[in-house]
């Protein structure tokens, strides 16, 4: 059954914000096969967390490393320990400068960790296995979850954000999606300007205002208002952020769409 996504939210300022904007998103996710979560404001847990400083969602990221690193059989054979080895070591980066860290990240995602085995099976070569935190061969084998109003607390200072909405794949933040009501003025450069701020990419800005632990393994920045959408990659500027374009012009296949559609009561 496809997870149930409100068709309204009344606490927003700009209601059409929601409805005419980050639920058809929504929606089309959901009818593409992605999970949908709504984030809590008040308990971490609900959106798989201990605390609203993380944003890796760990027991998602644990699950998800267990089902894609099999041996040659096909079978899991990963420990607990070893895979919090991995965990870890994902987290761990030589630099301080966002984009650096970013970059090194990346290439953690891409090519996976070498970690040392807690416990080592049998017929093992060495003491070392390299894990890998994506399926690229077999896609479906990954978890996909959007979550929207996706709390993230500062670190080192009070306060929090809230991105609209937050592409994690297998537990981790890849992307986030500024939503912006057709209501208001200017509403692209309004979401560009959010998601710069989120991720203290604003040039004209010398303290720290963001939280850019949020971005340190993102992939895709996007701000859309209903007429448009436009994608960006990490420090890129107002000028960098291109429209969104689509293979086809046609629309999701409407009963897949609709699936998505179903009222809280």
């Known amino acids: 059954m496809p997870p149930i996504i409100p068709l309204t939210d009344p606490d927003r300022e700009y ?3 929601y409805t ?9 996710l959901v009818g593409m096969g992605w999970d949908y979560l709504q984030g809590d404001l008040d308990y971490p847990q609900k959106t798989f967390r201990e605390h609203f400083r993380e944003v890796i969602l760990k027991p998602r990221l644990h699950a998800a490393i267990r089902k894609i690193n099999l041996d040659d ?9 070893t895979i919090d080895r991995a965990i870890q070591e994902l987290q761990r ?7 650096d860290r970013n970059k090194e990240l990346t290439q953690k995602l891409v090519l996976g960790c070498k970690v040392v085995w807690a416990e080592c099976p049998a017929g093992a ?17 990954n978890d996909f ?10 670190i080192g200072r009070t306060g929090f954000v809230i991105p609209d909405t937050v592409l994690f794949v297998n537990g981790i933040p890849l992307s986030v999606i500024e939503c912006k009501s057709p209501a208001i003025s200017k509403p692209m450069d309004e979401g560009i300007n959010q998601l710069l701020r989120y991720s203290n990419q604003r040039q004209e800005v010398v303290e720290e205002e963001g939280v850019p632990h949020l971005f340190l393994f993102n992939l895709i920045m996007v701000s859309t208002w209903f007429y448009e959408a436009r994608a960006a990659a990490l420090g890129g500027e107002y000028e960098f952020y291109q ?21 809280i009561n």
Request: aromatic fraction near 12%; charge should be negative; glycine fraction near 2%.
């Open 243 to 263: 429209e969104w374009k689509t293979r086809s012009r046609s629309r999701l296949n409407t009963s897949r769409q609709n699936s998505a559609r179903r009222r």
């Open 93 to 99: 980066t030589e630099t301080q400068n966002l984009l």
């Open 145 to 154: 979850l959007a979550i929207n109003q996706f709390r993230v607390e500062f």
């Open 20 to 28: 005419e904007v980050e639920y058809p998103m929504l929606a089309q």
């Open 73 to 81: 059989n096909g079978n899991e054979y990963l420990d607990d320990v």
């Open 15 to 17: 209601p059409n914000e």
């Open 125 to 141: 070569r060495d003491n070392e296995v390299r894990v890998h935190f994506f399926d690229f061969d077999h896609w479906e084998r």
